[in-house]
């Protein structure tokens, strides 16, 4: 089992910066690809970021490509999602996940979910 317990959340100015953090515990979490998804009621998970055990290899998708910086320390079994320029579009629950099976890269797959993290952004 892999824990993971998001925080950071909360209301910021359009433009403004933010950076969530995911606690992971457990099964060696160090050891799994990890992501960030967001969710905004009524729509599908969206994924904005993953990072590999090393913390070198990351992938962000098009659409928050040079906001969203992803990063992690295992020592202290912590994961970052540093956004920038945010967005009312942005405003949406924040998720971490962790893939402990092979899916490919960026994983396909995650198996296990924090409880999210809200994030507001507005003018």
């Known amino acids: 089992q892999v824990q993971l317990v998001e925080s950071g959340g909360g209301w910021v100015q359009t433009g403004g910066s933010l950076r969530l953090s995911c606690a992971a515990s457990?099964?060696?979490?160090?050891?799994?690809?990890m992501g960030w998804f967001r969710q905004v009621p009524g729509t599908e998970r969206e994924f904005v970021a993953a990072?590999?055990?090393?913390?070198?290899?990351?992938y962000n998708p098009r659409s928050v490509k040079g906001r969203f910086t992803v990063s992690r320390d295992n020592a202290k079994h912590m994961m970052y999602l540093q956004m920038i320029y945010l967005q009312p579009e942005d405003t949406a629950v924040y998720y971490c996940?962790?893939?402990?099976?092979?899916?490919?890269?960026?994983?396909?797959?995650?198996?296990?979910w924090g409880q999210g993290t809200q994030v507001t952004v507005s003018s």
């Open positions: 990072i590999a055990p090393n913390g070198i290899n990351t």
């Open positions: 457990g099964r060696t979490s160090s050891s799994y690809d």
């Open positions: 996940a962790a893939a402990t099976s092979d899916s490919g890269w960026p994983p396909r797959q995650y198996e296990y």
